[in-house]
């Protein structure tokens, strides 16, 4: 009898548990989804949706994330935007694309 005491006790807490995490999952997707669309409004902006890769728009919405997360630190935003450019420069057909170290200059500024 101690034991189907224990059943209910334990999915109850699992519960209690698990449903934190799973509301930030559903948080981190909607995040996601929210930063994806935005990313699309901007390209679809400027009409670059149509030379954009499904890889360069999961990229840019990466970044996108990593730029807007509280906990990043300067550098690592600054590692963003360099990560950014040369996908942008591509889709700008910006010739020739700028060397890294021209970048690296720039945000040193």
Do not use: H, W
């Amino acid at each position: 009898m101690p034991k189907l005491r224990r059943t209910p006790a334990l999915a109850g807490l699992l519960v209690v548990t698990l449903a934190p995490a799973y509301a930030q999952s559903n948080n981190d997707q909607q995040k996601r989804a929210d930063a994806k669309n935005q990313v699309m409004d901007c390209l679809r902006y400027y009409r670059l949706d149509a030379k954009a890769t499904p890889e360069e728009i999961d990229q840019l919405t990466e970044l996108r994330l990593k730029l807007e997360a509280p906990e990043a630190s300067l550098a690592d935003r600054q590692a963003a935007y360099r990560e950014m450019f040369p996908i942008l420069y591509r889709l700008l057909d910006t010739k020739p694309l700028p060397p890294e170290q021209a970048i690296n200059e720039e945000q040193a500024r």
